[in-house]
């Protein structure tokens, strides 16, 4: 079988809803993001045999098939959008994967897009002809008793509010001392993640709550952007000469649907054991920040390194795009990796873990080749 790889993974800047992105749609986040990925591997467009593309607050539509066409990929392409939430965009990778080593394609786009700013209203008709109803999200579990709003799940974590604000302080303060990030592909004018901001003490305790102590400030901020990542053989990388990580082992499950918070739990541990290492010897670890709280009991879990853990800040300090979110984890860890590589220093192993709603857990291990 083939093994697939990665050869190139590029991403928007992520801009709080309402900010620099609030006029492009999510097709054409992912659009600019793919091109830049085929720029970076001097790859045509007609290369590409399929685009998959996570999407988790639009109207349907197939977003993927928009994305494909706006980036110019040939009408062959016919795309194909998924919806797991905020696992969905390193799902959709692990898909693309998935197909690469059964041989039923050769280079595919993956990743995710979400627009917070331009997501459509939802309303709920009333079959006894009554005006239709509005609401935010879908149910994500058929018992109401285990479908918990995010912010009060991330509460029963139990996680205490100083931990958790001190969590977030450092999550900005290390997004602020990071460099140029080279996996963004500048776009209205923003060449860098805008959100990241110095957090005293005192201005955290003046954040609102939204559910006991987890606050607006421990929350990751609603926000768009889009992530996409080229995903082929190794064969065929090593005939373009571009650098490369190896995808896998990996993990995608199910858990309590009433904790999503520690849904990543079972699926890191799983991918460890795969692999046959142990936490610590991990170079990089890059793990979705939703809140402050969920991150802080996922690493108590696991046994994570936190030092090693979103060293260049997380979600909390950049914004969650939903759908977009788990492939920004993977695009960050291509980039730290392979980067690695050239210079003869730094970590050869990464591993992306993301929780969703409804109990979901994706974790993946991605090795510099």
Known sequence: MPRAVLIAARRTPVAPR?????????????????????????????????????????????????????????????????????TGGLDALLLAAALVETGRATTILAGGAESFSRRPLRLATDPDGGAPKPYLRPRFSPDPARDPEMHEAANALGQPRAAQDAYTAASHARALAAPPLPEIAPLEGLAADPYARALSPALLARAKPLAGDVTAANTAPEADAAALLLVTTEDHARALGRPALAIGPSAMLGGDPAQPGLAPVAAIRAVLAKASLAPDMLGQVELMEAFAAQALA??????????????????????????????????????????????????????AAIAAAGGLGTAALFTRL
């Open 298 to 351: 996922t690493l108590e879990a696991t046994g994570l390194p936190a030092t090693r853990t979103n060293p260049q800040g997380g979600a909390l300090a950049r914004g969650h795009p939903i759908g977009a979110s788990g492939a920004v984890l993977a695009c960050r860890l291509f980039h730290a990796l392979t980067a690695s590589g050239i210079s003869g220093e730094g970590p050869t192993t990464g591993l």
């Open 18 to 86: 309402g900010g620099a992105l609030a006029r492009i749609d999510a097709p054409e986040l992912a659009a600019h993001a793919a091109r830049a990925c085929l720029a970076d591997a001097a790859l045509p467009a007609d290369a590409v045999d399929e685009l998959i593309l996570a999407n988790a607050l639009g109207a349907g539509g197939n977003p993927a098939r928009l994305a494909a066409l706006a980036a110019g990929l040939p009408e062959r392409v016919g795309g194909l959008t998924i919806d797991r939430q905020c």
